[in-house]
């Protein structure tokens, strides 16, 4: 994906969105605090994380309802690389797994995508990577964003 002269300022707000989320100590946090991004720029995030053990199901693989939390974050950074420094709340979710996503130590990626933001709902996608960038899950967010755009932090001049 080209790099464009925005993106470093995509990049620092998704980012200055991301550490809101850290700082509120909330579930997002503690499950994921973990997580990097690695590049943004309008309407595409990506992210990686190292699996712990607190990702892994029982079985020692990477767990779906952590999968879950990935598209609802990756959603809501996708739309912060579109200016929402809030992203509204969730009206629908779905995750589709392909295959094992990852164990304990191995690095998966994200590629959270802003399909399309409109007045009242936005829709975000969420490809989960293994570290040979192999396609193992996909995950479809649907959000309510009428008040979300009228947030005073939001930065709509990210381009």
């Known amino acids: 994906m080209a790099t464009n002269p925005g993106s470093s300022k995509v990049l620092t707000f998704v980012r200055s969105v991301w550490q809101d989320f850290r700082n509120s100590n909330g579930f997002d946090a503690c499950l994921l605090g973990d997580i990097q991004i690695l590049r943004a720029i309008?309407?595409?995030?990506?992210?990686?994380?190292?699996?712990?053990?607190?990702?892994?199901n029982r079985m020692g693989n990477l767990h779906g309802g952590c999968?879950?939390?990935?598209?609802d974050l990756g959603g809501s950074l996708a739309l912060a690389s579109r200016g929402l420094f809030v992203s509204g709340v969730s009206i629908d979710m779905n995750q589709t797994f392909l295959k094992s996503g990852g164990t304990l130590g191995s690095q998966i990626l994200l590629h959270a995508k802003c399909d399309r933001l409109g007045s009242n709902i936005a829709f975000t996608s969420v490809d989960f990577l293994t570290?040979?960038?192999?396609?193992?899950?996909?995950?479809?967010h649907t959000k309510f964003v009428r008040n979300a755009l009228n947030d005073p932090r939001n930065c709509f001049d990210l381009n």
């Open 42 to 56: 309008p309407g595409f995030v990506e992210c990686s994380l190292k699996l712990e053990n607190r990702h892994l």
């Open 131 to 140: 570290e040979a960038k192999e396609t193992f899950a996909k995950g479809r």
């Open 67 to 71: 999968i879950a939390a990935l598209t």
